[in-house]
């Protein structure tokens, strides 16, 4: 059992609907030096990989992005959901459901951030059905850039966003795959 | 003239309606190196506080208060915009008018990650009217919990915020103040 592994099942809890929560340490309250053990362990999992940009989504994936980003020595690009008037011209944009909000959101990336000569590693803290991911992945092709990895933090290895996005040819480490979830015993077991 | 200003006049552009555009380096593409000498400088100009938890809301905040809880040692908390079906029991909340969006949110802090027993540094990238600063300062103080200071990448010093906060008597550090903006000539100048 590795870190993040361990951690989920001493703090997380199982909750009714498949929900998984682990907003103790990561992703309400942010636990610094766990970060740090992921932003390591990917550097580690992806280190022959050409990475040159970090891409993640709003609001849980920023702290995770951003604390892997010292260990590759490259800057982090986040998704916005709404546009802002903050952002001018050009941007590239997908729709993406939230399987915890229950909504779709739009995101959108700035198309001076992200171009040709990008080589991308995609972070998100969770991967259930994929839709975010599959949101990132379309506006990084769309740039021309390319996607070196994913990096994510615990995918629901029981939905079918992983196996979808591994049979699509991409290179992705979840550093904790929750094989099943038993919410009457508040437990879960991994792959 | 600091880092901050410095990367602000070389980077950063100034828009009419008092927008000043960052999203290169700081609230949409984040320079981790950048955030790094952010927090660096936080951390010396709080040296003396006492923190135990870092405060700061989604999502810009969030990537400035990871790489800074690093040089103070402690977990972040981020205030959401609204109430998740992963967040159950009580919440602290407060609304929160956003500048850039012209929309107001409720923004909520589980009562799990914020009591009595904390002192908190509250990180935001902007303060302008002050209102998401005035959301932070009372989700603390409903928790208990101690203000133990406030560090802010950019405060725009023509507006009230900063002398609000100040004259409520918040410790209050902001990296950059803009004293003035010329959308015209596309330049801001620094107090």
């Known amino acids: 059992m590795n870190f993040l592994e361990k951690r989920i099942l001493d703090e997380g809890s199982v909750l009714p609907g498949n929900v998984l929560k682990v907003d103790k340490f990561l992703n309400h309250q942010l636990d610094i030096s766990l970060l740090k053990q992921m932003g390591e362990e990917w550097k580690k999992r992806f280190q022959d990989a050409e990475v040159n940009k970090i891409l ?3 609001a849980s994936g920023i702290g995770i992005a951003c604390i892997a980003a010292e260990y590759f020595d490259v800057p982090v690009v986040f998704a916005k959901k709404s546009k802002s008037i ?15 909000h229950k909504t779709v959101n ?23 059905n994929g839709c975010a991911l599959k949101g990132l992945i379309q506006i990084t092709e ?12 615990i995918e629901k290895g029981f939905q079918q966003g992983g196996k979808m996005i591994r049979d699509m040819g991409y290179r992705l480490e979840s550093l904790a795959i929750v094989e099943s979830m038993d919410p009457e015993k508040g437990v879960c077991t991994f792959r």
């Open 56 to 58: 993640t989504i709003e």
């Open 86 to 100: 903050n952002i001018e011209g050009d941007v590239y944009m997908a729709e993406v459901e939230s399987f915890t």
């Open 106 to 128: 739009r995101v959108i990336v700035s198309k001076r951030f992200l171009g040709p000569e990008d080589k991308v590693l995609i972070i998100d803290d969770f991967l259930a």
């Open 142 to 153: 769309e740039a021309g850039a390319k996607v070196s990895g994913i990096g994510i933090a």
